[in-house]
């Protein structure tokens, strides 16, 4: 079927149309060489469901699929076979493909996109360069062209320059910007553009030779392979994403999607609103981010993030020593491993003492891993009579060097959060000129305090730091960037693609550059335009940057690219993006809420901004599906004392061992090497695990050996995946789509059970039963009975209410109450079977093509109209009539909602039934009780 509808362009969608627009999108899968496995394509059949519907009821229908197919996966392939990325990724792609087509996605396979292929990636490297040729206009509250911002410093210097920029950069005026050279005038700029090289602290995995976010981390370690991640300091490419915090922050609020992923997304960008403070420290000045300046009074102690930059400068000489050695432990715990532990509690006294802006007190300047320096200023003034975790350090240093005593200033009054809520005119104590304010009155007072005397102002900060952009890794968006005297140009527009070039092997080079230092050909020549080789020593032949762009590129504008896919012009036209607008429908997982979505909506914005798209957001409505989990299988292996000798043995779920045991243990089995009933094939587990050839299986009393099940997340590592080809081979792929619906509401996680899929099964033999009779394919054109429309009506009213709403669940439940209903009616009428076909489709596309084509249909069941509910044929025409002699039911019959007491009286007078109850009785009384009961008094 999928060859046909491919060849009939069945679901081609089309830019211009008189039909209202949808665009339903799936979060595009990185095509690894293990496939799908049955959790895979949850979300796609959801969508899939939903488009078939909208095409059903009018609409034209966007529903694209592409590959996210850059990334780390196949590059550490490629570094251990040797076999280039392009090939694997090429492999995998034809499988996902071959897969999603038996499943039956009704995709628009015509816009497919690969982030691999250079004719996809050109666009990615001319947005980046987009990027670097902008800066964001607070004043405007938008991103500007960089050419507007070289104007006004010729015309007025910084004077009236309000841009989202690192703070403390020099002021200069117009006459000194113009006497400037061209290299000067470059690097004043790259503090400004949106995205700039910087300085920064990475997560740096040494076994994989590259940067990761903190989303490719878990535990400490990377996600791929488990290696160990440390903190270093690197040059990185940044996306000054920081600019958008706040209209990140508000555009929330019109979005349809879950308050839980809104949530996540809020408390990432973390707005707090306070004041910045700065000690001086002999010629140095930390500066320090607070929300409560009104506790200043209340500081006894400052702790720093040991990657703080002036860690090294302010650290004592008898310090020395613990400091270094507590730098380099930090260096082994990521970020999130740090932000994440609450409990642990560690620091050491670098030896220094800051002063106290408004006391002039010494503070003592500590450095701990719970101060990240990504994170505001990565200072904290610690004020332990108020901060719950500045206390807990205090304590846990009291009486050490560099710890004093704890300065209650709060001393009897609750300075907490809720108490300030509930009590505007809390009173702040032993604080000087705070005393005896009310809390907002204090923080405005300190705030004015600090301005006055040039120590601090008020300012509102974000949590959201700007994202590293560079990745140290072969397999991805190579940057359009060259180096002319070490400051960064970009390749002409007219130039890209710049493709990735051979290289010997994929790990980084021995001096630690990034696997594109290995390239031989891979400098740009400006005169002739093109990559030449790096002996080329002419004057116009300059270095390419080494790193590569990381895996959310490519996914960060590739919603738009679908609207156009093969325009070799420009990204996409103007025409075809204001016609589609934006995604109506994206499902996708709640994981990617600060990485892809969060990346996605920031590309839109400056995109937005610039004048590339009309809208603001990426994704109307977003629905984060739930995972499906896989049931493992256990084997139980104990090691047992036979003759004072140690054996291992393997005993079935069910047996207990009565023998001498000395240790146990639970071992996964592969969930292909056991059956429904949960009885493991021996030989195929011996084979599987030949280093358990000799070990004996005790099987329980009826002979066979079982395992014992555990639902877990599905995962190769756990052996309990389930492969969506086999299901689809031994059930069909009709099967595999309404069970995946089956098994419950679609944002919830629930575990996948083979034995389970047999009663769906049974549902399609019911359904395709329906249409056939003993001779075959069978449809009447006789009228339907009310019975059978009533059926197929209510049916018709929950499936449109179930899609969309989103319940798909509910619907095949509806489906099968249905097809039950139908088959008990006899009903073999066309007036029914033929829309029932069509509420299927969207469910199981594959048996309501089949049946569409025997109804007579020589045209796709696509686009037929989806069936309309009517009311009239579940309002009541007629009520069941207990009909009693004496008081005694006999029967029922069914009489009209409407008829009079008379015309009751008489219709059962007139039936066969009640005649021959009366015959040669006599009717003494009638009682007739309207839709209650009929009753005769005979004698």
Not at 54 to 65: A, C, D, E, I, S
Not at 253 to 260: C, E, R
Not at 734 to 756: H, S, V
Not at 874 to 895: A, D, W
Request: aromatic share 12%; hydrophobic share 35%.
């Amino acid at each position: 079927m999928a060859r046909i509808l491919a060849q009939n362009k069945t679901f081609k969608a089309v830019n211009h149309s008189e039909k209202p627009k949808f665009y339903a999108l799936d979060m595009f899968p990185y095509p690894s060489g293990a496939g799908l496995h049955v959790g895979h394509p949850l979300g796609y059949i959801a969508s899939d469901i939903v488009s078939r519907y909208k095409r059903h009821t009018g609409f034209n229908v966007l529903h694209p699929m592409g590959y996210d197919s850059f990334g780390l996966p196949a590059e550490q392939y490629a570094i251990q076979t040797g076999q280039h990325p392009a090939i694997t990724t090429r492999d995998n792609i034809a499988r996902y493909r071959e897969q999603m087509d038996r499943i039956g996605f009704s995709f628009d396979w015509d816009r497919e996109v690969k982030t691999s292929n250079p004719d996809y990636y050109k666009w990615t490297q001319e947005i980046f360069i987009l990027l670097f040729d902008s800066w964001y206009d607070k004043d405007a509250d938008k991103a500007r062209p960089i050419s507007e911002l070289e104007s006004r410093f010729r015309e007025s210097g910084t004077t009236t320059i309000n841009a989202a920029t690192d703070e403390d950069l020099p002021e200069f005026t117009a006459d000194e910007w113009n006497s400037y050279t061209k290299e000067e005038q470059e690097k004043i700029l790259l503090d400004y553009r949106l995205t700039y090289l910087a300085d920064t602290e990475v997560n740096w995995c040494p076994a994989l030779g590259t940067v990761l976010a903190n989303d490719e981390i878990v535990n400490g370690v990377s996600e791929r392979g488990g290696h160990p991640v440390v903190r270093k300091k690197m040059r990185q490419w940044m996306m000054r994403i920081s600019a958008y915090a706040e209209r990140l922050l508000n555009d929330l609020d019109g979005l349809d999607w879950s308050d839980s992923i809104k949530e996540i997304q809020r408390n990432w960008i973390g707005k707090s609103v306070g004041a910045m403070v700065s000690f001086k420290l002999d010629d140095h000045k930390i500066d320090v981010f607070t929300t409560r300046p009104d506790t200043i009074y209340g500081v006894t102690f400052m702790t720093l993030a040991p990657e703080h930059e002036l860690v090294d400068s302010i650290t004592t000489d008898a310090q020395r020593d613990a400091v270094e050695a507590y730098k380099k432990a930090t260096a082994a715990r990521s970020e999130r491993e740090r932000m994440a532990d609450v409990k642990t509690i560690s620091g050491v006294f670098t030896g220094a003492y800051a002063t106290h802006p408004l006391s002039g007190e010494k503070i003592p300047v500590w450095i701990g891993d719970y101060v990240l320096a990504g994170y505001g200023t990565g200072a904290v003034m610690a004020v332990p009579c108020g901060d719950e975790r500045d206390h807990a350090f205090a304590n846990y240093f009291a009486g050490q060097e560099g710890m004093p005593a704890i300065k209650n200033i709060f001393e009897g009054v609750d300075i907490s959060e809720e108490a300030y809520t509930a009590k505007d005119n809390t009173p702040i104590c032993n604080s000087d000129f705070l005393n005896g304010m009310s809390y907002k009155e204090a923080m405005a007072a300190a705030i004015e305090k600090l301005e006055e005397i040039g120590a601090g102002k008020g300012k509102t900060n974000y949590r959201l730091r700007d994202a590293v952009f560079s990745r140290q890794r072969y397999w991805g968006e190579p940057f359009p960037v060259y180096y002319k005297n070490g400051l960064p140009q970009m390749i002409d527009h007219e130039h890209l693609p710049l493709e990735l070039p051979e290289v010997d092997e994929y790990l980084p080079t021995e001096d630690g550059a990034p696997p594109l230092g290995r390239a031989t050909t891979w400098s740009w020549c400006t005169m002739e335009n093109k990559v030449v080789s790096n002996d080329d020593d002419r004057d116009c032949v300059y270095p390419l940057e080494l790193n590569t762009m990381p895996g959310w590129a490519g996914s960060s504008w590739y919603m738009f690219r679908y609207m156009d896919a093969s325009n070799e012009n420009e990204m996409f036209s103007k025409e075809a993006q204001e016609y589609w607008e934006n995604v109506d429908l994206y499902i996708g997982g709640s994981e990617h809420a600060t990485g892809h979505l969060l990346y996605s909506r920031f590309w839109v914005k400056v995109l937005h901004d610039l004048g590339k798209v009309t809208v603001n957001e990426p994704f109307k409505k977003l629905i984060n599906q739930g995972m499906i989990l896989g049931e493992s299988a256990f084997i139980k292996e104990l090691e047992i004392e036979v003759e004072s000798e140690i054996e291992k043995v393997f005993i079935s779920q069910g047996v207990n061992y009565d023998g001498k045991v000395k240790s146990g243990r639970k071992l996964h089995v592969d969930v292909s090497l056991v059956n429904l009933s949960n009885e493991l094939e021996i030989d195929a587990y011996k084979k599987w695990r030949p280093d358990y050839l000799k070990t004996d299986f005790i099987l329980n009393d009826e002979g066979k050996f079982k395992v014992s099940r555990e639902v877990e997340k599905m995962s190769k590592r756990w052996y309990n995946v389930v492969n969506p080809d086999d299901i689809c081979e031994q059930y069909g792929a009709d099967t595999l789509r309404l069970y995946e619906m089956f098994l419950g509401p679609l944002e919830q996680a629930k575990p996948w059970n083979t034995a389970g899929i047999t009663g769906v099964y049974g549902f399609i033999k019911k359904l395709w039963k329906l249409y056939h009779n003993e001779n075959g394919f069978h449809v009447s054109d006789e009228k339907a009975s009310s019975e059978s429309m009533k059926t197929l009506h209510k049916t018709i009213k929950k499936v449109r209410e179930d899609i969309e709403n989103f319940s798909f669940n509910t619907s095949v439940s509806s489906f099968m109450i249905a097809v039950n209903e139908l088959t008990a009616q006899k009903c073999d009428s066309r007036e029914v079977l033929e829309p029932l076909a069509i509420l299927v489709s969207p469910y199981a596309p594959h048996i309501a093509e089949e049946l569409w084509s025997l109804l007579g249909h020589e045209e796709s069941i696509a686009y037929a109209d989806f069936p309309v509910f009517e009311e009239k044929y579940l309002v009541e025409s007629s009520k069941k009539y207990p009909i009693s002699f004496n008081g005694k039911m006999k029967f029922t019959l069914e009489l009209p909602v409407d008829a009079s007491k008379d015309e009751l009286e008489k219709l059962v007078l007139e039936n066969d039934k009640v005649k021959q109850q009366l015959e040669g009785k006599t009717i003494r009384k009638t009682i007739v009780v309207p839709g209650k009961i009929v009753n005769f008094v005979v004698g």
